[in-house]
């Protein structure tokens, strides 16, 4: 259940609410997110480190690589904390770089732009 719980995208609260409407019998909320700090979350950040790792290799065979970049810090109705930047290979549409950062650490556009760009 914690795997699923966390694979959808939903929330403890939520599903356990769902279970109880039906007599269910359900983990503790202290059980589910120990289970996912314990086992889920490892696995998921070492997949995603190997994904990442290999994207990033696929286009070093390449004469021509076309990437696509973009940032984006929109909250609409939210204070903005986090940005997230990703970069994309054009021909195959695979993301071979993604990153969140929170906004006080970033600093403006157009000098990220040109730290990551010098000569553009």
């Not at 959808?8 to 997110?33: H, W």
């Not at 903005?80 to 071979?96: A, E, H, L, N, P």
């Amino acid at each position: 259940m914690a795997a699923s719980i966390l694979s959808t995208g939903n929330t403890f609260a939520a599903i356990s609410r769902f279970d109880s409407s039906f007599n269910l019998q359900f983990f503790s909320e202290r059980v589910n997110y120990n289970t996912q700090q314990k086992y889920l979350i490892p696995i998921v950040n070492e997949t995603w480190e190997a994904e990442s790792r290999c994207q990033i290799e696929k286009p070093k065979g390449k004469a021509v690589v076309n990437l696509d970049g973009d940032g984006c810090c929109d909250s609409p109705g939210h204070c903005t904390k986090y940005s997230t930047y990703m970069v994309i290979d054009d021909d195959t549409g695979d993301v071979v770089a993604f990153n969140v950062v929170q906004v006080s650490e970033v600093t403006p556009l157009m000098l990220w732009k040109k730290k990551a760009f010098p000569g553009a």
